[in-house]
């Protein structure tokens, strides 16, 4: 049974830094790619980064690039994402998500392509 357990999220101040973790079980990691996505009530979950767990190759949502950094750990089948000079906008209910296939192949930041999600974790950024 494939798991995604996120776990990092918390309260800062806007500027401030977080990092989210996100640790798989019940499937071969290497094999599917990995993304984070946010949500905030009323509106659609949006993909914020993505990567490509055998090749390393990342993708990033215009929003968050040059601030938040996606990566993984191989022995610890553990997903991240580093961020950085976080805003109030960055506020969010955030996600882990895997999938293997098309979103391997093109790195998309699109909710209907992953298959599996985790329970979300928390972000809030105060101004």
């Known amino acids: 049974q494939v798991q995604l357990v996120e776990s990092g999220g918390g309260s800062v101040q806007a500027g401030g830094s977080l990092r989210l973790s996100c640790a798989a079980s019940g499937y071969t990691y290497s094999t599917y790619c990995m993304g984070w996505f946010r949500q905030v009530p009323g509106k659609e979950r949006e993909g914020v980064a993505a990567?490509?767990?055998?090749?390393?190759?990342?993708a990033y949502a215009e929003s968050v690039k040059g601030r938040f950094t996606i990566s993984q750990d191989n022995a610890k089948n553990t997903l991240y994402l580093q961020m950085n000079s976080l805003k109030p906008e960055d506020t969010a209910q955030y996600y882990c998500?895997?999938?293997?296939?098309?979103?391997?192949?093109?790195?998309?930041?699109?909710?209907?392509?992953?298959?599996?999600w985790g329970q979300g974790a928390q972000v809030t950024v105060s101004s």
């Open positions: 990567i490509n767990i055998a090749r390393s190759t990342t």
């Open positions: 998500a895997a999938a293997g296939g098309a979103v391997c192949r093109a790195l998309l930041l699109v909710r209907g392509a992953y298959n599996y």
